[in-house]
Nanobody, 122 residues
């Protein structure tokens, strides 16, 4: 079992930056690809980005490419999502998830965090 805890969400204005973090309870953190998803009311959970176990490869949804950056520190069991040039449409609950395989399909992720709210005002 892996416990994932997100932090760093909040309320910001459009154009601002915010970094959210996800810390895992398990020592063998590097075996997991880590992803961020987001969900806003009335919408399905949406893939945001994925980073592989060693942090050398990341992929992003088109809607956040060139604005969001994923990094990870395996020594701290933590993955970071740096969000720049935030837009009101980025408002959502952001969830981190862990999978032993690199994937963008939510049902293939074994472990999920509880989510952190990000709100971007116009």
């Amino acid at each position: 079992q892996v416990l994932l805890v997100e932090s760093g969400g909040g309320l910001v204005q459009a154009g601002a930056s915010l970094r959210v973090s996800c810390t895992a309870s398990r020592a063998s953190f590097s075996i997991y690809a880590m992803a961020w998803f987001r969900q806003s009311p009335g919408k399905e959970r949406e893939f945001v980005g994925l980073i592989n176990g060693n942090g050398r490869y990341a992929s992003y949804a088109d809607s956040v490419k060139d604005r969001f950056t994923l990094t990870r520190d395996n020594a701290k069991n933590t993955v970071y999502l740096q969000m720049n040039s935030l837009k009101p449409e980025d408002t959502a609950v952001y969830y981190c998830a862990a999978s032993r395989i690199p994937t963008t399909t939510p049902r293939q992720f074994e472990f999920w965090g509880q989510g952190t709210q990000v709100t971007v005002s116009s």
